[in-house]
């Protein structure tokens, strides 16, 4: 199509690319039938693209003279490897919908064929996906789900033909529709049947199916009820850790660690999934990742978990839960960033036995906390790492904390750690303004950056930094 200028009445307005399917909207507007049905159904738009006018009703009219018009064109500039648009097929209606799924109800032997026909439907745009879902389409397909039909059905994929169950293809379907909230709600205000369907499939089910069923619950516990969301039980948590675990793919670990983050505020699913294991597999997600929202994902179903005292416990049981999230801090994102410094100061407040304090200096978690202090643009994260280094570094006592199993003042040598007598105090003090003078020694010898941990943090070095961190130093001692 190089070189060839294509008549602008030809275009659609939202994609300005040649129309293959023209429709027209009540405002007198045509466009490309995709670009439309995406606009009005996908993004929930209610007016026009072009004159911005409400629109009243998403009623399409196939503009039929401007597609022939087009097929013209595009004969008669074939020799410039221009190819003639097909006709387009008529689109669907709720009452072919309707008929289809009342005989596949009526007859089960019509199961197979109804569903091969939805799946059809459903690849024909949104104004297809759109109808099935108010045609009645969504609740025959969760009935086959929750029926764990296993009658195989041939389909075609990436790889060519293949076999899957009636109940993985009905949830393939079901994904691509994009059920909304309001249909979601409705379904499991009902029964949960298909919740503990979707659950099963997490657990046994196909490697697809299972993302597929990931994303649904997601999109499910989104819209359900509060008592919904903390009724729910260990065994569905710990599956859900299980597939975080697997590493199925990208969008399996992002989906899950969504619902994840959604079900931890409530009720015990934080210690639920604790005990489920989910505090290692997370560490072990963000050594094995890169990926900046998976990371900052983990990391705020992590902050979630160390809220309670199993959680805090589990990430000082892991011997890189410490490292791994201080290295997070300036390293992926600034949200990254804040989530890591809460989960420091949860640990710092009620999990700080010595053992943890002088991993933490050994560990480079006292560098890293000295540069948010002086460099970081936020103040709740500043004040944070603020607080941490005055709380175990100014009190002339340093008190054992006892409550989760630490060096508690009773009789620490009993838990394997010294008592945190002047000397361990002084040294620690000493190894922190260590830490300082070593910041601003490297920050002056750089001029315009800092190297820490693999960590640039691109700054000026001012006089002002200087005095604050000297004037933060003498404050420690």
């Known amino acids: ?147 764990c039909d296993c009658t195989l059905l041939e389909v075609e994929s990436d790889e060519g033909p293949d076999f899957i169950t009636a109940s993985d293809e009905a949830l393939c379907i079901l994904y691509h529709i994009k059920v909304s909230g309001s249909c979601l709600k409705s379904i499991i205000s009902k029964d949960l049947a298909f919740v503990e369907s979707l659950s099963r499939v997490l657990e046994n089910g196909k490697h697809k199916s299972r993302e597929y069923a990931a994303v649904m619950l997601k999109d499910i516990f989104q819209v359900a009820d509060p008592i ?40 015990r699913n934080k210690i639920k999934a604790v005990e489920g294991g989910a505090v290692f597999v997370l560490i072990e997600i963000l050594l094995r990742t890169s990926e900046r929202r998976t990371s900052e994902l983990a990391l705020f179903v992590l902050c979630h978990l160390c809220g309670c005292a199993e959680g805090r416990a589990e990430l000082l049981k892991h011997g890189a839960g410490l490292t791994i999230v201080s290295k997070k801090i300036f390293t992926v994102s600034h949200a990254a960033s804040v989530t890591a410094v809460r989960i420091m100061s949860s640990i710092s407040k009620f999990s700080a ?14 560098k890293k906390l000295i540069l948010v202090v002086q460099f970081d643009c936020n103040n709740k994260s500043r004040d944070k790492a603020r607080e941490i280094l005055r709380l175990h570094s100014r009190n002339p ?24 007598d002047k000397a361990n105090r002084d040294v620690m003090r000493v190894e922190i303004i260590m830490s300082i003078v070593h910041v601003l020694e490297q920050t002056m010898e750089g001029g315009n950056a800092f190297d820490c941990n693999n960590v640039m943090v691109k700054q000026p070095f001012h006089r002002d930094a200087s005095i604050q961190a000297t004037s933060s130093a003498s404050r420690l001692q």
């Open 1 to 147: 199509m190089d070189g060839i200028e294509i008549p602008t009445h030809f275009l659609c307005p939202i994609s300005l690319q040649l129309m293959r399917d023209p429709v027209t909207i009540s405002t007198g507007i045509t466009y490309d039938r995709d670009s439309i049905e995406q606009w009005l159904f996908s993004c929930k738009n209610k007016e026009c693209p072009v004159t911005k006018q409400t629109l009243q009703d998403a009623h399409l009219t196939p503009n039929h003279t401007l597609r022939r018009l087009i097929q013209a064109w595009c004969t008669v500039n074939a020799s410039h490897g221009i190819e003639r648009i097909p006709t387009p097929k008529s689109p669907v209606e709720k009452t072919q919908i309707a008929k289809l799924i009342n005989d596949a109800r009526k007859l089960p032997e019509m199961r197979l064929k109804c569903l091969a026909t939805l799946r059809s439907i459903m690849l024909g745009g949104e104004r297809n996906r759109s109808c099935l879902e108010t045609s009645g389409a969504v609740e025959f397909l969760v009935s086959i789900v929750n029926s």
């Open 397 to 420: 006592e340093l008190p054992f904390v006892a409550p989760e199993g630490g060096c508690g003042s009773s009789n620490p040598s009993q838990l394997g750690c010294q008592p945190w």
């Open 353 to 366: 036995t010595c053992r943890v304090l002088q991993e933490m200096l050994q560990v480079g978690v006292v």
């Open 228 to 267: 919904q969301l903390i009724n729910v039980t260990s065994e569905f948590i710990s599956q859900l850790v299980r597939v975080l675990s697997d590493d199925m793919s990208q969008q399996a670990t992002k989906t899950t660690l969504k619902l994840l983050a959604e079900l931890c505020p409530w009720g």
